[in-house]
């Protein structure tokens, strides 16, 4: 059973960066094909995809938050991280971290439960 948690401060000024941590346990980020990302629910809003980090550490991200967002990993803890710069009011959202069964693809099979993030000074 693979299981997804995310960590990050809950309370972030605006232009700061957000950082968030995903520790994945019951399976390795490495194994072939899956696909690890982060997406967000701002309040009365859907689902937005932000970004992914593919098996072999080859990213993709939204277009709309492409020049704000990166996403890295340490596979040495089992990890992998965003970061979004120059936060706004209007990056509150509850953020979360999911297994892709392959990158693009759409396909979430694990998920984290989600953590609060807030922006505001």
């Known amino acids: 059973q693979v299981q997804l948690q995310e960590s990050g401060p809950g309370l972030v000024k605006p232009s700061q960066t957000l950082s968030l941590t995903c520790t994945v346990s019951?399976?390795?980020?490495?194994?072939?094909?899956?696909?690890w990302s982060w997406i967000r629910q701002p309040p009365g809003k859907g689902l937005e995809w932000m970004g992914v980090i593919a098996y072999d550490g080859s990213t993709y991200y939204s277009p709309s938050l492409k020049s704000r967002t990166s996403i890295s990993r340490d596979t040495s803890k089992n990890q992998f991280s965003l970061q979004l710069s120059s936060v706004t009011p209007e990056d509150t959202a509850v953020y979360y971290c999911?297994?892709?069964?392959?990158?693009?693809?759409?396909?979430?099979?694990?998920w984290g439960q989600g953590t609060q993030v807030t922006v505001s000074s």
């Open positions: 999911a297994r892709e069964l392959a990158p693009l693809t759409e396909k979430y099979d694990y």
């Open positions: 019951g399976g390795s980020i490495t194994t072939s094909y899956y696909a």
